[in-house]
């Protein structure tokens, strides 16, 4: 069989997807140990989930720590996590992890990486989600995310240069390895998540029911594009001015939108090609403030010149990250609160991984089980 190559964005953060590298083509399976092998690119409806009956409801999303967060990584996914976690029934299990080996595809500093990593689980907590509500944690104290990866792949990933190569089988054993049934992404993670049902598709029809197939749940914000260059998304490897952070304080956010890239088209007016900047600015006060009627924001702001429709758009940033600021700092000068939350929520997880795991290696004849019959 020729080789399967599926086109994956290789990203910086798994579920919800923060800082993207470049798209690549990786080979996946070009000898599958899998039976009835089905195309990895092959489309496939969302919507079905091969969830057993007794299996409760698990949201899992992840995010790579890169450090603070910028409002795109709020708005794309932090903020619809806080969401789900005050609107979900209490039987639902919330997983939210730091993903951290997804970091190490590349070179990387200890001490700025422990620092990241500390960021980045003061601002989960500081944008609102509960560590007695969700089971927060960090993925390298996991040790089944690495585990399970053998089982998933297809092809053997040892046979590539690992990291890069490997991210995708591992994005995948970060989502099946909590039985998830439900991952909010944002648009461009939704081909990752069809590589994850894929991989438990096949597994399932090789060793039966074992592994969820979950469903996706895109979230309510389009891409936040950089202030800067309005046509290419807010990322860390932008420059300084192309982004808002989540520590920033009031008078940063306003002389970062202030200085934002727009046009010299009098009038405001919503045309994403033809006024990318305003229109980025148009959609982030719109998400702000839990609007998608973009036009209509166009339309109440049309009287205003460039300057006050700035501030207007800072305005609804500064109340809407209200706070934040003030909880990160607080929660970050209490390392051992951190260190509690990070323990804690890697026991809870833990315990549900190697759960899966031990169902895994068993189906596959890995595991302890029963003893064969005598020939």
């Known amino acids: ?73 709020y708005l794309g996914a932090l903020k619809q996590w806080v969401d789900l976690q005050n609107s979900a029934p209490p039987s639902t299990e919330l997983l939210y ?18 620092r990241r990593r500390q960021d980045t689980m003061a601002m989960l907590l500081a944008v609102g989600l509960k560590a007695e509500r969700c089971v927060i944690f960090e993925q390298s104290r996991v040790a089944a995310h690495s585990q399970l990866m053998s089982p998933l792949d297809p092809d053997g990933s040892s046979k590539l240069k690992l990291g890069l190569f490997s991210y995708p089988v591992l994005q995948a054993a970060d989502i099946l390895l909590y ?49 800067t260059n309005p046509t290419s998304k807010m990322s860390k490897s932008g420059s300084v001015n192309s982004q808002i952070n989540l520590d920033h304080s009031e008078s940063e956010i306003r002389l ?78 209490d390392a051992s609160y951190l260190e509690e939350v990070s323990r804690t929520g890697a026991e809870k997880a833990n315990k549900r991984a190697n759960e899966t795991l031990e169902r895994v290696m068993e189906a596959m004849g890995m595991g302890v089980g029963p003893k064969p019959s005598s020939p």
């Open 1 to 73: 069989m020729l080789p399967v190559r599926i086109y994956v964005n290789a990203s910086r953060h798994v579920g919800c997807k923060v800082v993207s590298l470049t798209q690549r083509a990786l080979p996946i399976a070009s000898k599958n140990r899998f039976q009835n092998p089905t195309s990895c690119d092959q489309t496939r409806s969302l919507s079905t989930s091969t969830t057993p009956p007794t299996h409760p409801e698990a949201i899992f999303s992840g995010i790579q720590p890169t450090g603070v967060p910028h409002l795109g990584n």
């Open 97 to 114: 992890c730091v993903v951290d080996l997804h970091a190490i595809t590349q070179p990387q500093d200890p001490h700025d990486l422990r």
């Open 179 to 227: 039985g998830t049934t439900l991952v909010p992404v944002g648009e461009d993670q939704v081909q990752h998540l069809e590589l994850a049902r894929s991989l438990a598709g096949k597994f399932n029809r090789t060793f039966g029911k074992i592994l969820v197939v979950p469903k996706v749940k895109l979230a309510p914000a389009k891409r936040v594009m950089s202030l």
């Open 256 to 333: 970062r939108i202030r200085g934002a890239l727009t046009d010299s088209i009098p009038g405001i007016s919503y045309d994403r090609e033809a006024r990318p900047g305003v229109s980025n600015l148009i959609e982030m006060m719109g998400n702000m403030t839990n609007r998608d009627d973009f036009e209509v924001i166009a339309q109440e702001c049309e009287g205003l010149n460039m300057k006050e429709f700035k501030d207007r758009v800072a305005d609804s940033v500064v109340e809407g990250l209200k706070g934040i600021k003030g909880e990160y700092e607080r929660i970050k000068g």
